[in-house]
């Protein structure tokens, strides 16, 4: 019954690799985002959808792509991976709100560790 | 630019009283969250203050003042569960989310 999942939990990797985390949300939210928080753990936004639309797409290299193929769904795809891209990276939706992003659900996080 | 201020890490005892502060600087200002992340997990959602005073709930109580760019959590009758890191979190005019780096919370028996 997890509202925001989220797969690989964990995933090890060599530098130059592709790869691909999944998100889905049973929540019914219009919007879901991708966040990245780094060993000092500030969480830092890296992409939002909203109803399959990029509303926001802050300045993050683009070798990160977002796809959303429904708005349940969210995945993020990271290409020639480097050793800075290690981190927690985590998806969260949020329904419509007057609090802009209002409260946030957050899936348990995707640990990435590039080698 | 855009700032959140807090402290790193706190210690308390079990069974007090603990104030968590939180300063920001932002372009507009439409609300302020406090979330919850224990370690290793993700964060979850505590309260909202968009108008200035305190809102109770529970144990938990959310303090904001718009003039100051100041706002406070405060955790009463603290239980060992509630060590984790404690994150701050602005609206800015955008309706973006600028985030403090969190405050590790420590209880003590």
């Known amino acids: 019954d997890t509202a925001v999942s989220q797969t690989p939990k964990y995933l090890v990797t060599q530098m130059g690799n592709d790869k691909s985390i999944k998100c889905e949300q049973n929540?019914?939210?219009?919007?879901m985002y991708w966040y990245k928080q780094d060993s000092k753990k500030f969480l830092k936004i890296m992409f939002s959808?909203?109803?399959?639309?990029?509303?926001i797409n802050e300045t993050v290299p683009n070798r990160f792509s977002p796809k959303s193929p429904d708005k349940a769904h969210l995945n993020l795809h990271i290409n020639s991976l480097e050793l800075g891209d290690s981190a927690v990276y985590f998806c969260?939706?949020?329904?419509?709100?007057?609090?802009?992003?209002?409260?946030?659900?957050f899936g348990e996080g995707s640990r990435l560790t590039v080698l | 630019g855009q700032n959140i201020d807090q402290p790193t890490e706190m210690t308390a005892t079990e069974g007090a009283i603990v104030q968590i502060n939180c300063t920001y600087q932002?372009?507009?200002?439409?609300?302020l969250f406090w979330y919850q992340q224990h370690a290793g997990e993700a964060p979850t959602f505590l309260s909202y203050?968009?108008l200035d005073g305190l809102e109770e709930k529970g144990r938990f109580s959310s303090f904001l003042s718009r003039s100051k760019g100041y706002s406070y959590l405060l955790l009463k009758e603290l239980q060992m569960k509630d060590s984790a890191s404690y994150l701050c979190?602005?609206?800015?005019?955008?309706?973006?989310?600028?985030w403090g780096a969190g405050t590790k919370l420590i209880i003590k028996p």
């Open positions: 969260a939706s949020s329904p419509p709100s007057d609090r802009g992003p209002g409260e946030l659900f």
């Open positions: 203050n968009v």
């Open positions: 932002t372009s507009g200002f439409n609300g």
């Open positions: 929540l019914g939210h219009d919007t």
């Open positions: 959808y909203n109803n399959k639309e990029l509303i």
């Open positions: 979190a602005a609206l800015d005019s955008n309706y973006q989310l600028i």
